[in-house]
């Protein structure tokens, strides 16, 4: 199954939270990708009937929002903000470093494996820029220095 | 129209203004709807859209539908804005020429500049729209966007993403109409594109719609690529003769010959849409097993080349000489449900006055769906049905038993399932004169082979599934040796001197006459039949086709 | 775990104690005091007729009258009908509710009951953007101990009246922040704006009346049911009664979280409680109410901080998000980081609102870089003129005004790029 028995069982269970079981959509794209690092067309061809969609319907949702991907990425997304505010406090040129840094630059993922570097819009830290997200968790009133700790502390 | 209906339903009916004049329409439904409905849009009414279709779910995306109305702050979209009473609308205003010319300039940014190349050019509603409302020159000085050229979306259909204006209309289609929902639009902002699953093909019996949906050329049709260039097409109405539907058509003819069907529009048939076999049926107009002479056996049992002239004299001496022998009940007749109520109805009328009774029709099934496609596949068996001719299984049975001496067979139809696997029971009878448009195994049996009009050749109406008339029209001019059913018919008729056939074959009298000697038909008549033609009247006494 | 704030009033300031996040600590500070007596003692109608009466603006952005917005929602008979509080804060230049949800979240469940109770809704959804998985745990932590408290779920403190709350993550669009991408979005779709009418309080979330509030708005709502009508309306102005929260942050000593009445002075706001500019350097230019507002130059700070002063001088309140900018700033280069934002979260669907966001970005970019000329500079503002009012939402407007503002107040730095073909303000932030 490209989709688990227990993963299947806890978006089941989430759909019950809504009027309609499309309403857990997001929920479910979310733990998939959690899970099997991306949602592939095989993923959303298992997810379709489940939320009574076509699965060129699911991809086409994945598409659209940025945290969501088709294509299998790094180990752990790492997205600094570069809006006005960060960019004011020098985000673009703390983005800069950290390309230098990973030898990489933004949309591209570390040859290990580990790392997909990003840039995004304002993700509402604008007072403690620069900042950066690392999967779920916020970095803030970052200095190149403490960001490469980060960095080189993720497995 | 004060019809009963019209005034039943009198309260609904508003009073709107669109540019000083005044029409009444239904409320309820969009500007652009209800306009539609009273078939001003676009004529009169000139209100440029890409998103709104008439047959889809509205969307509102493209913002080109906008209009002034009174009493409202800044311009409203036509294709949202609920009609009510005594709005007072403005499509030409200032505001809406630059409206239009704004909206027109932007979906111009990335457009590629290859209308020399592009199939669509001469029909399409960018270069037309930009044309008719649009700024002069594009302001943009930034490189185009690049994406893929040409994407084989499935069978039918390709995709050029450069020349998308992503309306969507194709993305509804899908979803709405077959229901399929094979298309979607992927990603975001500027950097949306149509598109399919992976591995996935737009493959479903109504996919090339798209191609006429699209209002640019997008989507273009693999078939009809780098055929011809629009302006070169005459658009002749005509009739898909593909099945009992009888979707309407447009027949597209350059160079001598139809290079494509379209659909055309007729809220009572088919909306605006016909099955992908339909429109790829046009291929068997010049198809090389089309008949285009006449044949008779001679004395070494070969099929030899004459004129139709002597094929028809040929075919009489044989009929004469049986019914002197053995009396008119050993002649039979087969019908073709592929043939015009004319052509049957005048069939109909060489065999009552031969004075035979042995007449059948065979009706070739297929597939159906709860959209156009019917079982029937052919588009006028219920007309062959109202005029007379029943089932040919019982006379498959007569023949079985000796009965038929001479038979004159309308098409090939006999040979599908459900009547005969091959031509050999007809083999048994003396003299088999085969009236056709294309050849079949039943040359091996027939003693005379006349060839017929294809139904793009000729006019005439036909009978649909839902019992409705509809009128087709020659897109193509026949050469003199190609005649239709009724003519040759006709012909025979005169050639072995029965009552009640003047001399030359007059196609409006025809009509008439079937008008007036077949109950259901009366009243409609070739020259009367609106071009989306008209109901049979009562049921007859006949059942309709399967659907 | 975001900072709490430099100023506080009755919204936040408890927000430093982490206490305050348990239904415990919340209750201690007199939390679901209101609730409690509301849900029991007060009709529907009398909540909504209180903050109606309290004059409780929508603190989303669009500044609409909460009260006003509730009495579109038809009678409860309609069931069932949803509140959804937005929680999608994307507006770049705002992390107020941030705030409100990480630290303070029996607050927003307090006013989502009261809110609820009024419109006679009986599930919420709280739209949560995806990239807040913090906000996200501490908010499903709260309704998990609200219901433990019988304060969610069934016969809500011994009222009768019933109320869930579900809590959603978005996955990373911005327009899901507009309320109607916001349900699609919520109804698994991809965040595309509806057209309007119909309006959410006829057909919203799964088809069904629907009421969305910003999540500030909510948190004023268990203070105006407490305290009263009068006592709200005693902050603030005439027009836009109580406090917000003012985020600030770019140039400004202390960046952060204020909260003030409305209708403070934006130079009070960025000179004494932000600190004034870094560095002694001057303001060149402040935008006030997050990325979508247009930009006020050094001269018009002396604005107070309401939409009926801001309206004057062009530009709004919007989400109060402060970003100040100091006299190195290139504002060419503030425009090409404002033009690639609505560029890349533009929902795609409107035809001026997808290609004018890209053209004006590829524009401003060619400035910047300097291959621009003069001409560009006009058709800048004739793009804009061709997005604002001409699309399905408001995004197209929120993507042209700051820039038309930015070349209405900032001329000269476009065509000195123009003129000099180069960047030559020394010191600004680099692309
Ligand atoms: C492009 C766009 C983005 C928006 N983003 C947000 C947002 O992130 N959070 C929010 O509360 N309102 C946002 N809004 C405003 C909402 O559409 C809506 O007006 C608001 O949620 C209503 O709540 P309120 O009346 O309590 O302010 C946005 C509007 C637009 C046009
Ligand atoms: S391919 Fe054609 S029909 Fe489909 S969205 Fe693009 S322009 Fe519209
Ligand atoms: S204005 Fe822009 S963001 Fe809003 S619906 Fe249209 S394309 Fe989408
Ligand atoms: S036809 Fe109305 S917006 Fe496209």
């Known amino acids: 199954m490209v989709i688990s028995k227990a993963i299947r069982d806890q978006i089941e269970a989430e759909n019950a939270n809504y009027p309609r079981a499309r309403g857990g959509l997001l929920a479910a794209l979310h733990r998939v990708q959690r899970e099997y690092g991306a949602i592939t067309p095989e993923h959303a061809t298992a997810l379709a009937p489940i939320f009574d969609m076509t699965a060129v319907e699911v991809l086409a949702v994945v598409s659209f929002y940025d945290m969501l991907s088709s294509q299998p990425a790094g180990r752990h997304q790492v997205r600094v903000c570069t809006n006005l505010s960060c960019s004011l406090a020098g985000a673009r040129e703390f983005l800069r470093e950290i390309e230098n840094h990973l030898g990489i630059t933004r949309g591209e993922t570390s040859a290990d494996g580990r790392i997909t570097l990003g840039h995004e819009a304002c993700l509402g830290a604008c007072a403690n820029a620069p900042m950066m997200r690392v999967d779920d968790r916020y970095y803030e009133d970052l200095d190149t220095e403490s960001a490469r700790q980060v960095l080189d502390a993720l497995d | ?547 | 775990m975001q900072k709490a704030p430099h100023v506080t009033d009755y919204l936040t300031r408890h927000c430093a104690d982490d206490e305050y996040g348990c239904l415990r600590g919340f209750e201690a500070q007199g939390g679901y005091r209101a609730a409690h007596t509301a849900l029991r003692e007060m009709t529907p109608q009398k909540i909504l007729d209180e903050v109606r009466q309290a004059g409780l603006q929508g603190r989303g952005g669009a500044g609409f009258c909460a009260g006003l917005k509730w009495s579109f929602m038809p009678a409860p008979e309609q069931q069932p009908s949803y509140l959804v509080c937005n929680a999608d804060e994307s507006e770049p230049g705002s992390f107020k509710d941030r705030l409100l949800l990480e630290r303070a979240p029996h607050q927003l469940l307090e006013g989502i009951l009261l809110a609820a109770r009024a419109i006679g809704a009986q599930k919420s959804f709280i739209y949560i953007r995806g990239e807040y998985a913090e906000a996200a745990r501490v908010m499903q932590r709260a309704v998990d101990e609200a219901h433990a408290k019988g304060y969610l779920g069934d016969d809500v403190m011994g009222s009768g009246f019933s109320h869930d709350v579900v809590v959603v993550r978005g996955a990373g669009s911005y327009i899901c922040g507009e309320e109607t991408a916001l349900l699609e979005s919520l109804e698994g779709k991809r965040g595309h704006p509806r057209v309007k009418p119909p309006f959410p309080a006829q057909r919203g979330a799964f088809d069904r009346p629907s009421t969305v509030n910003n999540v500030e708005t909510l948190c004023h709502v268990p203070h105006i049911i407490g305290r009263g009508a009068a006592w709200f309306r005693s902050t603030g102005t005439e027009k836009s009664p109580g406090t917000t929260l003012f985020g600030v942050s770019g140039h400004v000593v202390r960046p952060g979280l204020f909260e003030l009445p409305l209708g403070t002075p934006l130079d009070e706001i960025i000179f004494e409680h932000a600190g004034g500019v870094a560095d002694g350097r001057k303001v060149k230019g402040v935008i006030p109410g997050g990325l979508s507002m247009p930009i006020l130059p050094a001269g018009e700070l002396d604005v107070a901080m309401a939409n009926e002063f801001l309206q004057e001088k062009g530009s709004a309140l919007g989400t109060g998000g402060i970003i100040v900018m100091d006299d190195r700033t290139c504002m060419v280069r503030t425009a090409c980081v404002i033009s690639e934002f609505y560029r890349a979260e533009s929902c795609g669907q409107c035809g001026p609102c997808r290609e004018g966001t890209a053209w004006i970005n590829d524009i401003v970019t060619r400035v910047e870089r300097g291959t621009g000329t003069a001409e560009d500079l006009e058709l800048l503002v004739d793009i804009c003129d061709g997005m604002e009012g001409q699309t399905i939402c408001a995004f197209a407007d929120a993507a042209a005004w700051p820039v038309r503002a930015l070349l209405k107040h900032f001329y000269a730095d476009f065509e000195r790029h123009v003129r000099e073909g180069v960047c030559s303000f020394s010191g600004s932030f680099q692309l």
């Open chain 2, 1 to 547: 129209m004060a019809t009963a209906a019209g005034v039943a339903c009198e309260a609904e009916i508003v009073r709107i203004t669109v540019d000083g004049l005044e029409y009444r329409l239904h409320a309820g439904p969009s500007l652009l709807a209800a306009l539609d409905q009273i078939g001003v849009l676009m004529g009169e009414v000139d209100i440029p859209h890409y998103c709104w279709h008439a047959k889809l779910s509205s969307d509102g995306s493209c913002r080109l539908c906008q209009v002034e109305i009174d009493g409202q702050t800044g311009l409203q979209t036509a294709c949202n804005t609920p009609v009510r009473d005594g709005m007072i609308v403005h499509t030409r205003s200032e505001a809406v020429v630059r409206a239009r010319q704004t909206v027109l300039e932007f979906l111009m940014l990335n457009h590629p500049l290859d209308c020399p190349v592009c199939d669509q050019a001469g029909e399409c509603k960018l270069q037309d729209y930009a044309w008719r409302y649009g700024a002069p020159n594009s302001r943009s000085r930034e490189p185009r966007r690049k994406l893929e050229k040409r994407i084989d979306l499935g069978p039918g259909v390709v995709l050029d993403r450069e020349r998308c204006i992503l309306c969507r209309r194709c993305v509804r289609f899908c979803r709405e109409i077959p229901r399929t929902g094979e298309l979607a639009v992927f990603g975001r902002g500027d950097r949306s594109v149509i598109g399919l699953f992976p591995g996935v093909q737009l493959d479903n019996a109504y996919s090339m719609n798209v191609v006429d949906l699209c209002p640019v050329g997008a989507l273009t049709s693999r078939d009809f690529r780098c055929k011809a260039r629009a302006w070169q097409l005459e658009s002749v109405e005509g009739v898909c003769g593909g099945c009992a539907r009888g979707c309407n058509i447009w027949l597209d003819v350059a160079k001598g010959e139809v290079q494509r069907y379209r659909p055309r529009r007729n809220d009572a048939v088919n909306d605006t849409w016909m099955c992908d076999a339909g429109r790829l049926s046009y291929a068997e107009i010049a198809r090389s097993d089309r008949l285009d002479k006449a044949w008779i056996r001679n004395q070494e049992s070969v099929l030899e080349p004459v004129s139709v002239a002597s094929a028809i004299s040929e075919a009489a001496r044989m009929l004469a000489g049986l019914v002197a022998e053995k009396g008119a009940g050993v002649i039979a007749g087969i019908a073709s449900p592929h043939a015009t109520n004319e052509d049957l109805f005048a069939f109909k009328r060489l065999l009552d006055e031969i004075g035979t009774e042995n007449s059948g029709l065979a009706v070739p099934h297929g597939e159906a769906d709860e959209l156009l496609i019917c079982a029937e596949k052919a588009a006028n068996a219920t007309g062959a049905r109202a005029i007379g001719f029943e089932d040919a299984r019982s006379l498959l049975e007569r023949i079985r038993g000796g009965g038929v001496d001479g038979i004159v067979i309308l098409g090939h139809d006999i040979l599908t399932a459900g009547y005969l696997d091959d031509e050999t029971l007809l083999g048994k009878i003396d003299s088999v004169i085969l009236i056709d448009t294309h050849q079949s195994s039943l040359m091996r049996v027939a003693q005379v082979v006349l060839p017929a009009r294809h139904l793009a050749e000729k006019a005439g109406t036909l009978t649909n599934c839902d019992r409705r008339v509809q009128r087709v029209r020659p897109a193509l001019a026949a050469d003199s040796e190609l005649l239709t059913e009724g003519e040759i018919v006709h012909r025979l008729a005169l050639a072995l001197g029965l009552n009640g056939f003047e001399a030359g074959y007059d196609l409006p009298r025809v009509s008439r006459s079937l008008a007036a000697a077949v109950p259901p038909f009366a009243g409609i008549t070739i020259e009367s039949l609106p071009s989306d033609g008209a109901q049979l009247v009562s049921d007859g006494g006949e059942k309709g086709a399967v659907r």
